[in-house]
């Protein structure tokens, strides 16, 4: 069935580092994919998507681009803020009735002055 | 924020108690889900409707019921709690008709003793 992988945290980066975290996902078809974002104490939100091969999602400088040949959509930003330590999560489009997406265990970045 | 407000916000019980948490929606949104969020799973979808009374299991069903009477409500029951079911709690919404982005409510921490 449909799936997700994603890069086992913790992370730790100094601020204005680069980030990387890898995602890769299993699937039939063509699924739309997302990351999620969730701050302490908070509920998931949307950080950016894409829907279809070669797209790139990009939102508060952070970016991710589907790669069909790799099966992958690892997030990136070039210089990271403390603000920017949450949980991440990788997911994917169910494409089924249920608008269901399919989430990645998280990987929670903490970012050091 | 999405209009979903999720009560209680905590709640602590004991093994063998019904428990009951609801989800309430201002965005009068088609879809509504429960997911479970707990370490190394990350979020996994226990059941969603998709209308008033029209409801349908997940992937971690078992144990839990919900209900649907009006559309901007959506309640999650566990019968009978166990401490397999402490976990934090998120409510999510969508539009659906293919629109798959979600938008989550704060969350439920529940504690079983």
């Known amino acids: 069935g449909d799936s997700v992988t994603q890069m086992e945290g913790p992370v730790t980066l100094s601020e204005e580092a680069f980030l990387t975290i890898n995602c890769t996902y299993t699937a039939t078809g063509y699924p739309s994919l997302f990351w999620y974002v969730q701050y302490p104490g908070e509920g998931l939100q949307l950080l950016l998507k894409a829907t279809k091969a070669d797209d790139k999602g990009s939102n508060k400088g952070f970016e991710a681009t589907y790669r069909k040949e790799t099966t992958s959509f690892h997030l990136e930003k070039g210089s990271v803020q403390v603000s920017d330590s949450a949980v991440y999560f990788c997911?994917?489009?169910?494409?089924?009735?249920?608008?269901?997406?399919?989430f990645g265990t998280g990987t929670r970045l903490t970012v050091i002055p | 924020d999405a209009g979903i407000t999720q009560s209680p916000r905590h709640k602590v019980t004991e093994t063998g108690t019904p428990v009951t948490l609801r989800c309430h929606q201002t965005e009068n949104h088609r879809y509504m889900y429960w997911y479970r969020q707990d370490p190394g799973h990350g979020l996994r979808l226990i059941h969603y409707s998709y209308g008033v009374k029209d409801t349908d299991k997940g992937e971690v069903s078992d144990g839990y019921s919900v209900s649907r009477s009006k559309t901007e409500d959506f309640l999650l029951t566990l019968e009978s709690a166990t401490s397999s079911q402490t976990s934090v709690y998120f409510c999510a919404i969508s539009l659906g008709g293919g629109e798959e982005k979600l938008f989550f409510g704060s969350g439920t921490q529940l504690s079983v003793l």
């Open positions: 997911a994917l489009g169910g494409q089924t009735g249920a608008n269901n997406l399919f």
